[in-house]
Antibody
Framework: QVQLQESGPGLVKPSETLSLTCSVS????????WSWIRQPPGKGLEWIGY???????SYTPSLKSRLTISLDTSKSQFSLSLNSVTAADTAVYYC???????????WGRGALVTVSS | DIQMTQSPSSLSASVGDRVTITCRASQPISNYLNWYQQTSGKAPKLLIYGASSLQSGVPSRFSGSGSGTDFTLTISSLQPEDFATYYC?????????FGGGSKVEVK
């Protein structure tokens, strides 16, 4: 059974870098659009970006200048790095598996990241 | 960006009711429309992809329809576990975007 699990610090200071890792068990990382999606407290879902086969990435324009998504197939992990964070980046961050037509059929449990000094 | 607008934003219903939620795209997206269910404190769960294809393991009381700009999610007979928030998502073009959500509450 394929499982996704987010990990990383739950508290980040303003202007610093938010880093999260998603560990994938039970499946190959090839041929899926490994994605990050976030949800601010009490609000809706926002797609952040994806990485495909370790080489192709797509990011939402509003975050593109601060964002890096990378893939480590040897560890079955993909990662999110978001720099220069502010309180507006406080959210539950989900990792998800994207299928060919960009729908998300598997999700991690989510990781709450709070940006505060 | 393609804007996705859901209605209603919330509704009250009883077990056994037929529930319909609509989603409208700001431009035509063919059938690249997906539906998710999110219960409190949990990750979203895929219900419908490609506007009308039922995800494996999802009960048949859930159905989706539509094409172009207007889409519908229908729950034919609401069950206790269906009280949740539902989101549509377009997968026609990046950036991928979600609707604002429709919360189904107990009447």
């Amino acid at each position: 059974q394929v499982q996704l699990q987010e990990s990383g610090p739950g508290l980040v200071k303003p202007s610093e870098t938010l880093s999260l890792t998603c560990s994938v068990s039970g499946d190959s990382l090839r041929n899926y659009y490994w994605s990050w999606i976030r949800q601010p407290p009490g609000k809706g879902l926002e797609w952040i970006g994806y990485i495909y086969n370790g080489a192709s990435t797509s990011y939402t324009p509003s975050l593109k200048s601060r964002l890096t998504i990378s893939l480590d197939t040897s560890k079955s992990q993909f990662s999110l790095s978001l720099n220069s964070v502010t309180a507006a980046d406080t959210a539950v961050y989900y990792c998800a598996r994207g299928r060919l037509f960009f729908y998300f059929d598997l999700w991690g449990r989510g990781a709450l990241v709070t940006v505060s000094s | 960006d393609i804007q996705m607008t859901q209605s209603p934003s919330s509704l009250s219903a009883s077990v056994g009711d037929r529930v319909t939620i609509t989603c409208r795209a700001s431009q035509p997206i063919s059938n690249y429309l997906n539906w998710y269910q999110q219960t409190s404190g949990k990750a979203p769960k895929l219900l419908i992809y490609g506007a009308s294809s039922l995800q494996s393991g999802v009960p048949s009381r859930f159905s989706g329809s539509g094409s172009g700009t207007d889409f519908t999610l229908t729950i034919s007979s609401l069950q206790p576990e269906d009280f949740a928030t539902y989101y549509c998502q377009q997968s026609y073009r990046t950036p991928l975007t979600f609707g604002g959500g429709s919360k189904v509450e107990v009447k």
